[in-house]
């Protein structure tokens, strides 16, 4: 990627959304294109800016626009626009694949944001653009995952920090708020799948943002080798004991 030769500004955008795409595509590799990004943000030329009064544009601040641009669809419904023209019967899957790639920008912003791409400010504004919709009322349940999806990938990063930590204990004390939060008919507002999520991340919070889990090692054919040997020999000693127990039986009762 860093040998291509970009001739322009829209060569770049091209590059950039390509990047982009893969990351929202494989969440899973959302660290492994964060690095990508930081190993090219110094590779490619500088570009006159569109407007005069703007910046130039660099490969950091496309990608940061196109991401900024993903933020703030996410801050819509995920029910489709209406020029969209979506089957009722193809919804449920439409707003599944919405929130997969809302859950996946939020990954990617936080990885940015341990790359030092993105400063502590733009993570503010995100989190409270997210916890506090512009109507004044709660926000949907996507929003509240986002944010624990990316309190989860830099909580403790923040944490490092005394503005960053008064910053993590008052949206804590707002999730935790909207986890007891009922509508007028006195119903929860969230989910239970929802409110799980919110405990988790207080529990990470209190564990010193350490996860707790266990992994068990990948195991070598040598080792499953020895386990099923070992295992074959038990249930031949097993099975010698078994055949012998009769004879012990006269034994005991002569």
């Not at 801050?75 to 919405?98: C, G, H, R, S, W």
């Not at 080792?223 to 034994?251: F, M, N, Q």
């Amino acid at each position: 990627m860093a040998q291509v030769v970009l001739e322009n500004a829209d060569e770049l955008a091209q590059v950039i959304e390509i990047i982009f795409a893969k990351a929202l595509d494989e969440p899973h590799y959302c660290k492994t294109y964060a690095d990508m990004v930081n190993a090219l943000k110094t590779r490619y030329p500088e570009f006159p800016p569109l407007e005069s009064d703007e910046k130039p544009l660099t490969f950091v601040r496309v990608l940061l626009n196109t991401c900024q641009h993903e933020f703030e669809r996410l801050l819509t419904t995920l029910a489709p626009f209406e020029d969209e023209n979506v089957a009722p019967e193809d919804i449920p899957a439409y707003k599944a694949k919405k929130k997969a790639r809302a859950l996946a920008n939020m990954k990617f912003i936080g990885h940015l944001f341990l790359q030092k791409l993105l400063v502590a400010k733009v993570m503010y504004t995100v989190v409270y653009d997210l916890l506090n919709p512009a109507d004044g009322g709660f926000p949907e349940e996507h929003m509240v995952e986002c944010v624990c999806e990316l309190f989860h990938s830099i909580g403790y990063l923040l944490a490092s920090t005394r503005p960053g930590e008064e910053f993590i204990a008052r949206n804590l004390q707002r999730l935790e708020n909207l986890k007891y939060a009922k509508n007028s008919d006195a119903s929860a507002i969230l989910s239970k799948r929802i409110q799980f999520l919110i405990q988790d991340l207080l529990d990470l919070r209190d564990n010193d943002w350490t996860k707790k889990e266990k992994r068990e090692q990948a195991k070598t054919m040598d080792d499953i080798k020895k386990e099923a040997s070992t295992e074959a020999y038990v249930d031949a000693a097993k099975g010698g004991a078994r055949r012998r127990a009769p004879a012990s039986s006269r034994h005991m009762r002569a």
